[in-house]
T-cell receptor, first 114, second 109 residues
Framework: DGGITQSPKYLFRKEGQNVTLSCEQNLNHDAMYWYRQDPGQGLRLIYYSQIVNDFQKGDIAEGYSVSREKKESFPLTVTSAQKNPTAFYLC?????????????FGQGTRLTVV | SQQGEEDPQALSIQEGENATMNCSYKTSINNLQWYRQNSGRGLVHLILIRSNEREKHSGRLRVTLDTSKKSSSLLITASRAADTASYFCATDYGQNFVFGPGTRLSVLP
């Protein structure tokens, strides 16, 4: 079955650590996105990539980094520079933004700073 | 901010009633999409309406778009307890999807 997979589901980070969240899709989508969701809030765009080896900053990119070496994979690193990383992180992919099926989302990774 | 805004923030209804949620936005868009999110899960795409369309249906869902008022509405008819979730509109204004803060719908049995 095609889909988008995020791992791990839960992640704990110590102060000063970098952590990497995984996002893999087998939908053959060119575009991939990372969003951050805080409790009771909407989604804020961190980074997006429209094609392999290219990515763009979203609205809240500071303290985060990404790579897009393969079409299927778009990992997000939360660096120690991100001062308030505790949140729910969602990865998405899409053929393009006009596709009737919209964006496909993973099940999310809940990151907690301990 | 070009973020869409859903209204109301929260809505509680009885099973069988209709639920209406609204989304307003600020700039011209290519399309508008509605998503559903169950607690602690990812988002699920419900429906996309293009800027040249005025109304679309999908099962119990009806979406309208009024570009002159820069607003959209999502109507869920004959609601069920399983419809309890948060609903988000996402606007595509040519750069990316921009999500609103969502409407939390509770359908009481």
């Amino acid at each position: 079955d095609g889909g988008i997979t995020q791992s791990p589901k839960y992640l704990f980070r110590k102060e000063g650590q970098n952590v990497t969240l995984s996002c893999e899709q087998n939908l053959n989508h060119d575009a991939m996105y990372w969003y951050r969701q805080d409790p009771g809030q909407g989604l804020r765009l961190i980074y997006y990539s429209q094609i392999v080896n290219d990515f763009q900053k979203g609205d809240i990119a500071e303290g985060y980094s990404v790579s897009r070496e393969k079409k299927e994979s778009f990992p997000l690193t939360v660096t120690s520079a991100q001062k308030n990383p505790t949140a729910f992180y969602l990865c998405a992919s899409s053929i393009d933004r006009t596709a009737p099926g919209g964006a496909f989302f993973g099940q999310g990774t809940r990151l907690t700073v301990v | 901010s070009q973020q869409g805004e859903e209204d109301p923030q929260a809505l509680s209804i009885q099973e069988g009633e209709n639920a209406t949620m609204n989304c307003s936005y600020k700039t011209s868009i290519n399309n508008l999409q509605w998503y559903r999110q169950n607690s602690g899960r990812g988002l699920v795409h419900l429906i996309l309406i293009r800027s040249n369309e005025r109304e679309k249906h999908s099962g119990r869902l009806r979406v309208t778009l009024d570009t002159s008022k820069k607003s959209s509405s999502l109507l869920i008819t004959a609601s069920r307890a399983a419809d309890t979730a948060s609903y988000f509109c996402a606007t595509d204004y040519g750069q990316n999807f921009v999500f609103g803060p969502g409407t939390r719908l509770s359908v009481l049995p």
